[in-house]
């Protein structure tokens, strides 16, 4: 089957969906490492989902309503987001309840430009991978070396999240929160640990170090003064200005 | 608007948002500048989110059980310590940090 390090262009032609990978044993050790990242980033994070699940019921949706959320939206910013203004506001704050929605999820937008060239062309695989395009899925594939242990990192997360996140979150809105609140169990500070994780191996430049500083001080500052997703947008400007002036780059 | 209004159309906006990068020209991405900027930009947010799910709670910046717990994930990063066992000392550390120490 295919080796590990061929050209990208080659590998276009061995496309990858999963029933197509090879048997495990025919994968080079990153593709494994694509594989089991993936995977432990999809358990730890599918947690979430009866979290979510039980809090939407809390907030007035029905059961199918808070399932339609996570089968057609499948943004957990955004859901959170929805719910909460739902909570507070009820369906009088339907249009900030969408605006806030709207908020977290764009940088879903922003994460697959950069996906688009990793999956390749395909309507129905852009389609599919549309939908599975959040920041998990996003890091995992950017965290791994070559163009196909990439793409197993990003379909594995992605599939992964999205039936744990689906089940959870029918469990959690059909017989609540079983887990109670799962900072408990410190799982906020494990999903700040996993992308702290994702990216940093990747960062060996001194264009990507600064430029991640950066944004993560921005954010963090800007807390307080936004709206809940617009510190990362304000942060993406970091890498707009610092990418257009090639500041700190190689010289081509 | 009823509240399936609400579901229907923020998740059909959501679904837009993500599927629109996927629109973005693929000859404009090969060009040099556009491909840094769309390489930094994924960069920038999540390092962002890192920050975010470090500090912030609700609208404030805290400091909690989950810096420690980064900075335990780090220190083990930094001996490539494998990554399924850094996560989930971090998680220990904040859910043992929250056991003893109740806010």
């Known amino acids: ?20 990978l090879p048997a495990t044993a025919e994968r080079g050790p990153e593709d494994r490492a694509a594989f089991r990242t993936g995977l432990s980033v999809a358990l730890a994070v599918s947690a979430y989902g009866i979290s979510f699940g039980a809090l939407s019921v809390a907030a007035g949706l029905d059961v199918w309503q808070t399932c339609v959320l996570s089968l057609l939206m499948f943004s957990g910013g955004s859901q959170f987001a929805l719910i909460g203004v739902i909570a507070s506001g009820g369906v009088a704050a339907g249009p900030a309840a969408i605006a806030a929605s709207a908020l977290l999820g764009s940088r879903n937008g922003l994460y697959a430009i950069r996906m688009a060239p990793i999956i390749g062309p395909g309507f129905f695989r852009r389609l599919a991978a549309g939908w599975l395009t959040i920041d998990e899925s996003t890091a995992v ?13 990003f379909w594995v997360t992605g599939v992964g999240i999205f039936v744990g996140w689906n089940i959870m979150t029918l469990v959690g809105a059909l017989i609540g929160d079983l887990l109670g609140d799962v900072r408990q169990y410190g799982l906020d500070a494990a999903a700040a640990a996993a992308f702290l994780g994702l990216r940093w191996p990747r960062l060996k430049e001194l264009q990507p170090v600064i430029v991640a500083i950066a944004a993560a ?5 800007l807390t307080p003064a936004l709206p809940p997703g617009l510190p990362i947008l304000a942060a993406a400007l970091v890498a707009v200005v610092v990418g257009a002036f090639n500041w700190w780059g190689k010289r081509a | 608007m009823t509240l ?3 579901i229907l159309l923020a998740s059909i906006i959501g679904v837009a948002l993500k599927l629109a990068g996927y629109l973005v020209p693929q000859s404009l991405l090969e060009k040099p500048t556009p491909a840094r900027i769309s390489n930094l930009l994924t960069v ?3 390092a962002a989110l890192v920050g975010v799910q470090t500090f912030a709670s609700d609208s404030q910046v805290v400091i909690d059980a989950r810096v420690p717990a980064v900075m335990v994930a780090a220190g083990l990063f930094a001996i490539r310590a494998p990554f399924i066992v850094v996560i989930i000392s971090a998680a220990l550390v904040a859910a043992l940090i929250r056991l003893f120490f109740p806010v």
Request: glycine share 2%.
């Open chain 2, 4 to 6: 399936w209004n609400i």
């Open chain 2, 44 to 46: 920038a947010l999540l």
């Open chain 1, 141 to 153: 594939a950017t965290a791994q070396p070559t163009i196909r242990s990439q793409r197993i990192g």
């Open chain 1, 1 to 20: 089957m295919v080796p590990p390090r061929l050209p990208v262009l080659l590998q276009l032609s061995f496309t990858v969906s999963s029933s197509e």
């Open chain 1, 217 to 221: 001080v921005v954010a963090t500052v």
